[in-house]
């Protein structure tokens, strides 16, 4: 192939990876999809190891709705409250764990998030995994304003320069000092042994509306 060629298919992947970065601060989809370039070639943005599927595109509409605050409920109220239920390995975690906070948290870097799961040591890995993307080159491209205060990124909670907090707490573990904007919970239940336990399940439920009812506003959304 000679240069020219070359200068072309450079140019030509250059201008679609900025419409990439483009699209994908407002779609999370599209964000999802940047964070996982495929490695034969990762400056190729037509190929990517994440994989929108019909499951992904909804849960990526109503988080996106959530983040607007335009997610409308049938009886055409506002709805700030959505609970999902998917089956395993259908990638719900992947958006409502790791991409979707670190998504929203680009997009309005100054709003608080409690992530909460079933165990800390669970939290505390999709705190990782945040961090990771946020850091990550290509949300640097999406949001090259965003930054992480120095100190501000434990397993538990990360800060934003702009002051956001995203906490991410175990079922269990306390809400003090952690405000939310949103209030996202993810596999709150670990297995169907606990999920038979009418004992675990009050725990759960007692764990949630005592952190929750004490961290959101009126604005906040709550997503499990």
Not at 41 to 59: C, F, M, N
Not at 164 to 179: I, W
């Amino acid at each position: 192939m000679n240069s020219y060629d070359d200068q072309k298919r450079f140019l030509l992947k250059a201008a679609r990876r900025l419409q990439a970065i483009e699209a994908a601060k407002d779609s999370l989809a599209e964000y999802a999809r940047l964070c996982h370039p495929h490695p034969e070639d990762p400056d190729d943005v037509t190929l990517s190891l994440y994989e929108v599927t019909p499951q992904a595109r909804l849960l990526c509409e109503i988080i996106e709705k959530l983040d607007k605050r335009t997610l409308i409920h049938p009886s055409g109220r506002p709805c700030l409250r959505v609970a999902v239920s998917v089956g395993p390995q259908m990638g719900k975690s992947e958006l409502i764990s790791r991409k979707g906070p670190a998504f929203k948290s680009g997009r309005n870097p100054r709003a608080n998030m409690i992530l909460g799961s079933y165990n800390q040591d669970m939290a505390n890995g999709f705190g990782d995994d945040v961090r990771s993307a946020v850091i990550s080159g290509a949300h640097r491209q999406v949001f090259p304003n965003y930054g992480l205060r120095k100190g501000g990124a434990a397993k538990d909670m990360l800060i934003t320069e702009e002051g956001g907090k995203l906490a991410f707490v175990g079922v269990g573990g306390s809400g003090t000092g952690k405000p939310a904007d949103d209030f996202f919970v993810d596999d709150p239940i670990k297995n169907d042994e606990e999920a038979a336990s009418e004992v675990y399940r009050n725990r759960v439920w007692n764990w949630f509306t005592k952190v929750a009812n004490t961290r959101i506003h009126k604005r906040s959304s709550i997503l499990i």
